[in-house]
């Protein structure tokens, strides 16, 4: 790859990546560097790791050497060459290809052999479907590790898509606390601002208090609500193109001869799918109800204490809130990046069996595990 198609691969990557997607350290070390929390509770202790840029990524045919198994998402390590300049381009690494500690090693100036804390972190989130930062957080406090609040905010990528949709959803508060007036979408502009991006913001301070939270409760139920409002948007964002997607499946016939064996799997393999996909994508729509039936306690019944316990409890539903999206996702963005639209689909019987054992492996824990509601 060129220095110039390298360089606009990573400033795509910083401005326009889905959160889920790309954890971008070396732009919140641009940002929060100077800061006592992101100096004190740092993500990886390592200074390079730290100002490195993590992504999940679709393997490459010519990458598939790398590893000493068959890899459909690997999650992708990119150090930026220079401290402070994207054009000079990044050395790359994934985890769990050949010989991974050394090339880390000789990387990092550091040994990350497994056990050792920045490993630990590292394996924990390459073992995530994806990088939702709320997923991730709940996933690295479980396992006892805090890194500082800023490093699970939203892209700047997503917040700008997901804006029209979470301003709808917080209009029935707006209009709740200053009526219909003139200036309602820019209050509710204002607010959505201050939701997403700083919880100790004096204008939310009337919330705070209506909601009887101390600074930390408050802060930890935001974060919690910024949550909600993403979920919400995904959910909308992916439903119309799972549906065209799961058509497809259900469609699509693999050129070449079949043994029968295949035969009887690609038939049954369709069915089940369909049932996962829509298994899991019903059991969020549930799970988001739930936060729809608080909410309205909110705003239509001014019922402040019910909303604030909802949020307090909503960690525990990250998981299989972040497991089940990421899952349908992955379905939905590897079959549009295999079977561009317009397209008429071919492929040959074993690659087709190896995206749908890859789909089946990503969809039938989800599918079925207990829903945890808050």
Avoid at 22 to 47: C, D, M, S, T, Y
Avoid at 178 to 205: Q, R
Avoid at 219 to 227: D, I, L, T
């Amino acid at each position: 790859m060129s220095r110039d198609r390298t360089y606009r691969s990573l400033e795509y990557l910083r401005k326009s990546a889905a959160t889920s997607r790309v954890l971008n350290l070396w732009q919140i070390a641009q940002r929060e560097g100077a800061k006592p929390e992101h100096q004190e509770n740092p993500f990886f202790r390592n200074a390079l790791l730290n100002r490195a840029m993590i992504l999940k990524h679709r393997v490459r045919g010519s990458e598939a050497d790398l590893f000493d198994y068959p890899v459909q998402t690997a999650t992708k390590i990119l150090l930026p060459i220079a401290e402070r300049e994207l054009r000079y381009g990044a050395r790359f690494l994934f985890v769990g290809q050949r010989d991974f500690e050394d090339v880390a090693a000789a990387s990092f100036a550091e040994d990350l052999r497994r056990g050792s804390r920045d490993r630990l972190v590292l394996d924990i989130i390459s073992s995530l479907p994806s990088l939702d930062p709320f997923l991730m957080r709940e996933s690295l406090k479980t396992n006892g590790f805090s890194p500082a609040a800023c490093y699970f905010n939203l892209s700047d990528g997503d917040v700008e898509r997901m804006s029209a949709s979470a301003r709808l959803e917080l209009e029935p508060l707006v209009r709740m606390s200053f009526g219909d007036g003139h200036a309602f979408a820019a209050k509710s502009a204002t607010l959505l601002s201050k939701l997403l991006s700083d919880a100790g913001s004096a204008e939310l301070e009337p919330l705070r208090r209506v909601m009887n939270m101390d600074a930390q409760q408050f802060r930890e139920g935001v974060f919690c609500w910024k949550a909600f409002l993403y979920y919400k948007w995904q959910l909308r964002d992916l439903l119309p193109r799972i549906r065209k997607v799961v058509d497809e499946i259900s469609v699509i016939r693999p050129v070449g001869a079949m043994e029968p064996d295949d035969r009887v799997y690609i038939t049954r393999i369709k069915k089940d799918l369909r049932g996962w996909i829509f298994a899991a994508s019903g059991a969020v729509t549930e799970s988001l109800a739930a936060y729809d039936t608080a909410y309205a306690a909110l705003t239509q019944r001014s019922e402040p204490m019910a909303f604030r316990d909802f949020l307090l409890r909503a960690p525990a539903m990250f998981s299989s809130l972040g497991e089940r999206l990421s899952a349908i996702e992955h379905v939905a963005s590897f079959w549009r990046f295999r079977f561009p639209a317009g397209q008429l689909p071919r492929i040959a019987v074993d690659e087709l069996i190896d995206i749908f054992m890859d789909f089946e492996a990503s969809l039938n824990t989800v599918a079925v595990e207990p829903l945890h509601h808050a």
